[in-house]
């Protein structure tokens, strides 16, 4: 009979332990890094968890490193009842060394989660110093798309910093990779009050502006254009008469990625699109943008023709300024396009 009920006894705790397990692995995850991903550089093992007091992560080998919890998550109300649920360590997997490893989540040392994964780390150690370089892939995140690729030191790792958009007909190409593209016959140009408002047919040419190609840390080759002097001057790229039928585009957008290196005491940036004189779009006022790095622009071209804008006859492909008082103002342009 006493060994019946100690058979019974360890059944019951057996379960017991059992189901505890089961309600601790129901109530958390470990979402990051997912189960056969290959890591490197500086990450996060992150995930969520209804209730503890504290989260830890153990590698192989008993080490445990705490990670920080109770950020929101609201996709755990449903679940949990609450909210504030999230986890996060963050990490460098090159420490770990190159091969497979295994890392278990516990809450309040009993575990929930668990990943196997493999880390690939760099020939050079833990934490590469001083290095740069980018790389472009074709075809990402869907075909005709490309990204630029940049290594970020702080991150060990390389970010996606550009997105090339591909235009919907050829005639929506103005600038992109360096280049102008050769439907604007009139390349880079430029009109400065130095000179009566008059082009600048070389950059040389205009005494209060000028600008070049230059390679960015970001963007590889991109334009520069400079402020230089006190005087009023603007940049374009030019299509010469009879101009572009760009009528496919109404409805559409003028696309145009910039980034401030200097804003001097500029308030922003006006742009406009002219056709054949007089014909043109009156001046829009697009704000204070680019000061934080690179930034996206759309423009509507349905305001730039209920601004007056004739889409059949279409000389530039963007002019744009920085609104006064632009000396000092130093500012890149890339990725510029239209689009329907």
């Avoid at 997997?93 to 989540?105: M, R």
């Avoid at 690939?120 to 290095?131: D, H, K």
């Avoid at 140009?189 to 970001?218: H, L, Q, R, T």
């Avoid at 699109?273 to 930034?295: T, V």
Wanted: net charge negative.
């Amino acid at each position: 009979m006493r060994q019946q009920l100690l058979k019974r006894f360890f059944s019951i705790a057996t379960a017991t332990v059992a189901l505890q397990a089961s309600l601790a692995m129901a109530s958390g995850a470990l979402e990051n890094p997912a189960a056969g991903s290959t890591q490197s550089g500086i990450g996060m093992f992150s995930g969520w968890n209804c209730e503890a007091e504290s989260i830890e992560i153990e590698f192989t080998g008993g080490t445990k490193l705490a990670a920080a919890y109770g950020t929101a998550r609201g996709d755990t109300a449903s679940i949990c009842g609450d909210s504030d649920n999230g986890f996060g360590l963050l990490f460098n997997f090159n420490n770990l060394g190159s091969g497979e490893h295994t890392v278990i989540a516990l809450a309040d040392g009993v575990e929930f989660g668990r990943s196997t994964f493999n880390v690939v780390r760099p020939s050079t150690g833990e934490f590469l110093r001083g290095a740069s370089a980018s790389v472009v892939v074709s075809d990402f995140p869907q075909p005709g798309h490309t990204v630029t690729l940049a290594w970020a030191e702080a991150q060990q790792n390389f970010n996606i910093v550009k997105e090339a958009i591909p235009v919907q007909s050829k005639s929506g190409v103005v600038f992109q990779y360096g280049q102008v593209d050769p439907q604007w016959t009139g390349g880079l140009k430029g009109f400065d009050e130095g000179i009566n408002y008059n082009e600048c047919i070389e950059a040389s040419g205009c005494p209060n502006m000028d600008w070049e190609i230059v390679s960015d840390e970001e963007r590889n080759d991109v334009l520069e254009i400079r402020h230089t002097g006190a005087g009023f001057a603007g940049f374009y790229i030019q299509a010469f008469d009879p101009g572009l039928d760009m009528n496919d585009f109404y409805g559409g957008f003028i696309n145009f990625d910039v980034k401030v290196v200097e804003a001097g005491t500029s308030p922003g940036f006006t742009m406009k699109i002219d056709c054949i004189y007089p014909c043109g779009s009156a001046e829009q006022d697009i704000g204070a943008k680019g000061r934080s790095g690179w930034e996206t622009v759309q423009v509507k071209v349905t305001d730039l023709v209920s601004a007056g804008l004739q889409l059949s006859t279409v000389t530039t492909g963007l002019t744009i300024w920085p609104s006064r008082p632009q000396e000092g103002v130093v500012y890149r342009l890339d990725n510029i396009y239209w689009s329907d």
